[in-house]
């Protein structure tokens, strides 16, 4: 019974063991899915003509676009609170209620690059 016990946690100790392997393998198929991804795209945009810019690591296209936002919050609050007398006790019973609400309204009008200022 004790080799059973034994070969079981060697079983388990080498499993543990080998999920940092198991999690570098994963982490670098999808590192080299991203940098392959990068590449074509890079390669096609340079193809068309479109200037490309360096952001970090990561090549990117920029351009500025102007919003125009505006915002509308509301937020209602009400406490109510309450005393009730408990006959043949010194204190009553407390009763507090809070009821609270907000809401958001947003409106964002993003305009044309060619009205850009």
Request: glycine fraction near 6%.
């Amino acid at each position: 019974m004790g080799e059973y016990v034994l070969v079981f946690f060697m079983v388990a100790a080498v499993m543990t063991a080998m999920t940092v392997f198991f999690k570098r393998a994963v982490q670098g198929r999808i590192r080299d899915a991203r940098v392959g991804m990068e590449l074509i795209i890079a390669n096609h945009l340079e193809a068309e003509g479109y200037p490309l810019y360096w952001t970090g690591n990561m090549r990117t296209h920029y351009e500025p676009y102007y919003a125009n936002s505006s915002s509308l919050i509301s937020r209602d609050t009400r406490k109510e609170t309450q005393l009730f007398a408990t006959p043949g006790f010194s204190s009553g019973l407390f009763l507090k209620i809070i009821n609270e609400a907000s809401s958001t309204k947003t409106l964002s009008n993003t305009a044309p690059p060619k009205d850009a200022d």
